[in-house]
């Protein structure tokens, strides 16, 4: 028995809802691409009273089973949850300088051989030093004041 369908009552719910799906299935005028997009509506409310009774992980599963390609529709909540997405790292948790953690998008690029590193994003105005007199020329004492009057955080 696939994992999540271990007790008797589940297998059964799912067994039932998969028995009244074949009967509407099977209905001649769904056999065909044409009876299908003439019978749109009618098609469409079999399948939303059919998945109603699903969780969306436990449909995707079952449809899965069978052949279908299915994911589950995932709201941003449930992304940064999805056993699939922690497992390829595709959202980490970071510790931020501000102080906090979060969880942010991980690395775009994966390979076998090198794991990219993943920062937070930087203070505002982590920069500024530089920016201002580095890059910009500004004397350290105009920048100095320009600090201390709240201009440059």
């Known amino acids: 028995m696939k994992p999540g369908f271990g007790d008797q009552r589940n297998a059964g719910f799912v067994d039932r809802q998969h028995k009244s799906a074949v009967q509407w299935a099977r209905d001649e005028r769904f056999a065909h691409h044409a009876g299908r997009l003439v019978n749109l509506d009618e098609l469409d409310g079999q399948i939303a009273t059919w998945t109603a009774g699903f969780d969306h992980r436990e449909l995707a599963s079952l449809l899965q089973d069978h052949g279908v390609a299915a994911a589950p529709v995932l709201s941003v909540g449930n992304l940064l949850d999805d056993p699939q997405y922690r497992a390829r790292g595709t959202y980490v948790d ?41 890059l910009l020329g500004m004397p350290r004492d105009r920048y100095d004041r320009l600090v201390a009057n709240q201009i440059i955080y």
């Not at 690395?107 to 051989?113: L, W």
């Open 94 to 134: 970071v510790h931020h300088p501000a102080g906090f953690d979060e969880t942010i998008y991980g690395a775009y690029v994966k390979t076998s051989t090198a794991s990219a590193r993943v920062n937070p994003g930087p203070m505002i105005g982590c920069d500024n030093e530089h920016v201002f007199m580095d």
